[in-house]
């Protein structure tokens, strides 16, 4: 069921959600069959309670005021998932199961979208089939990119060159997708993680992690001049905007402006497309201002996922948003001297930081808390600490295929 629901997520939706329901309700099931219900009860679920408490909050505020309901059951049930997966126990074979599901799925997904970019040579053409736009598709992608790349590194010291060749040829056309849909926030976290995967080779050689990198930040450049589309889309956004304030720019705008309207819980999920311009209007009017309409632009959200959050959910939503990134990183750091111990560990390692890197610095540009990122985020996330948890016991205990020592 999560085969089918990792599969189902860029292409298809009721595929997946039967199989994410069916992987909840069968976890479900099983803790109440084997009457294991032992928490950790550490950091990290204060960090989810605190987030999804946070949530419940601004949908019950904007339910008791506006009679309104949205949609705040997408990230509560990824929260959910990310929860069920920190706690499950899968093979070694398995964890490696489940890349390969998600990779196939994004290539499926590719696949569907390159016949209209090559007729149109349009990015905004490239999207994956359940992931209409193609910023969000791109993100989707990005994270595709980083567990490629970490599946990579660790094939590089296991020796199977057929597989290394085969993931290579993967991530040259993963790149390739992510240049043509010339997202900037896109390339610039592929980029940075190249060098985060490259710190468990390092550890190991760094002749091999100088080499590495040359040659992966090359690929970069040489699918930069293949695929000029970043370049050219700044330089369009430029010339558009007479090299006065950005379409972002102004988008941050508007979103400061309202914020002050609903301060400690926010508007509520996904109601971000509430701030139009009439509303910014009799917002300037209220304070004695004088709405000068070059300042602001409006889109559906802030195109920042702090702004966002901030609008919808609050300073006290934006506040748990914060911790949960925190004790992400807090986590990682505390693991970093355990890279040398494992390589699958290092490989899951390399993700669940690359996938952060997604979410927060990408997040400066662009809304990475959505629907999609969430989900194959949170769960690469669920996985990173699964494996941590029990994959890296069972491999320091007896076995002993892959340790770097060997």
């Known amino acids: 069921m999560l085969l089918a629901g990792i599969i189902g997520t860029p292409l298809l939706e009721g595929v997946r959600n039967t199989g994410l329901l069916g992987f909840m309700a069968i976890w479900l099931v099983n803790r109440f069959r084997l009457k294991d219900f032992k928490l950790a009860w550490d950091r990290w679920d204060l960090a989810v309670i605190l987030f999804a408490l946070s949530m419940l909050a601004t949908q019950l505020a904007v339910a008791l005021e506006d009679n309104l309901a949205t949609k705040v059951s997408h990230v509560l049930r990824y929260l959910i998932l990310f929860f069920m997966l920190r706690y499950s126990q899968f093979s070694t074979r398995q964890y ?28 905004i053409a490239l999207r994956l089939p359940n992931i209409q736009h193609v910023n969000h ?46 997202s900037r926030a896109a390339i610039g976290v592929a980029a940075l993680s190249i060098v985060v995967a490259l710190i468990p080779v390092m550890m190991r050689s760094r002749k091999v992690a100088v080499i590495a990198l040359v040659v992966l930040l090359s690929g970069i450049g040489l699918l930069a001049t293949v695929f000029p589309g970043v370049i050219a889309k700044q330089n369009q956004w430029s010339v558009l905007f007479e090299g006065k304030l950005t379409p972002r720019e102004r988008i941050w705008n508007t979103a400061l402006e309202a914020y002050p309207e609903a301060p400690w819980l926010g508007r509520g999920y996904n109601e971000y497309k509430q701030l139009t311009e009439d509303y910014i209007k009799e917002v300037a009017k209220s304070r004695g201002e004088t709405y000068s309409p070059d300042r602001f632009w409006f889109v559906e959200h802030a195109h920042n996922v702090y702004l966002t959050w901030l609008v919808e959910h609050g300073g006290i939503g934006l506040f748990c948003l914060l911790f949960f990134f925190l004790v992400w990183l807090i986590t990682l750091f505390q693991d970093f001297s355990r890279l040398r111990e494992d390589p699958i560990f290092a490989c899951w390692w390399t993700i669940a930081m690359n996938t952060l890197l997604t979410l927060t610095v990408a997040g400066l540009v662009t809304t990475t808390m959505r629907r999609d990122t969430a989900f194959i985020a949170l769960m690469a996330l669920g996985l990173y600490l699964s494996y941590s948890r029990w994959g890296a016991r069972r491999m320091l205990a007896g076995n002993k295929e892959g340790v770097w020592s060997e």
Request: charged content about 5%; hydrophobic content about 70%.
């Open 96 to 123: 490696w199961l489940i890349l390969a599901a998600l990779t196939l799925s994004i290539f499926v997904g590719m696949a569907w979208s390159w016949p209209d970019y090559l007729n149109t040579h349009n990015f």
């Open 137 to 182: 598709a791109s993100l989707y992608v990005l994270i595709a990119f980083q567990f490629l790349l970490s599946g990579l590194l660790y094939i590089l010291f296991r020796g199977r060159w057929l597989l290394f060749t085969a993931l290579a040829i993967s991530l040259v056309i993963v790149g390739a997708w992510l240049m043509a849909a010339s």
